[in-house]
């Protein structure tokens, strides 16, 4: 039987910066949990960070955004910003490694046009800005997360509790040309007894594939340790198709809409038997092998290396 009986609400001190610098925070169990979130970066710094990725970088950046989680008494410290995301998008492919789709041709020349420096040559890079990126850890010792087989507790989770902060960031967003949608985004909620970090990348690719990565992090605040599951699933488009309510099977409106929405279709992946092996032919330097891994941090390791 779940107990709803209300919890006491732990010593929390909410924050916030400026009007213009976008920050909001949530002191709590020891921990800082901040998210800044700011407008389309400017041209000055999408030019900079072309020139430093080489590629064309999406169509809505917002290269201030991030979301961090800090814990002071050890110096942990976890953020998500779209740069280092990006940086991890695979470049330099061979040419039997490019997408393909109807429109390839086309958006190879829409993509060379992105980049405002002409003498910047354009890689070929991964044009749908797949990212397995976990985040940016960044502790004052050697400690690292470690493989372990206990996961989540997702039933913990949904023990109703009051939801003392929550934010929804994007990192990125973009249209593929018209080929589909491809979008990084993170989610935060903290509640009296922990925090849970969803971030996202999903990816759509109309009549190729639908594509989902998520990185999770959870931490309860009576536990020493951060919690970690990175999940990477993959299913040809047409399977997702078929999932849909049988009027239009992806015409109509309202199947549109379905397939626009990353959490309808990571729900219908995970209802699908997990493929052990790649179903695309995106590229790849590194098979993006559907499945999941679950690893744990311990504060008290990162604590005793860095005292």
Known sequence: MTDNTARPLVPHRMYEGTPNDGVRGIEIGGWVIERRKQP??????????????????????????????????SGLELKWGAWDALAQVQKDLPADQWLKVAYAREWTTYSAHKLHHAQTPVKKYDWTYSTTYPGTLTVP??????????????????????????????LYEDELADNGAALLNIKVRVMPSGFFV???????????????????????????????????????????VQQLPAAGKGDDQASKSLLADPAWVANVLSTLPTCQTPTSTLPHQQQFTPGATVDRLSLVHVSHQSA
């Open 198 to 240: 969803l971030q996202r990348f999903f990816l759509r690719v109309d009549g190729v594939l639908c594509r989902i990565f998520d990185t999770r992090v959870y931490h309860e605040f009576a536990q020493p340790e951060l919690v970690r599951e990175r999940f990477t699933n993959e299913r040809p488009y047409n399977e997702i």
């Open 141 to 170: 010792s050697s400690a690292q997360f470690e493989p372990s087989l206990k996961g989540i507790d997702y039933e913990k989770l949904k023990v109703p509790e009051p939801i003392l902060f929550f934010d929804d960031i994007v």
């Open 40 to 73: 389309i970066s400017d041209s000055e710094t999408i030019d900079r960070y072309e020139q430093k990725l080489g590629f064309p970088v999406p169509e809505m950046i917002f290269g201030s955004n991030y979301l961090c989680v800090r814990h002071p008494a």
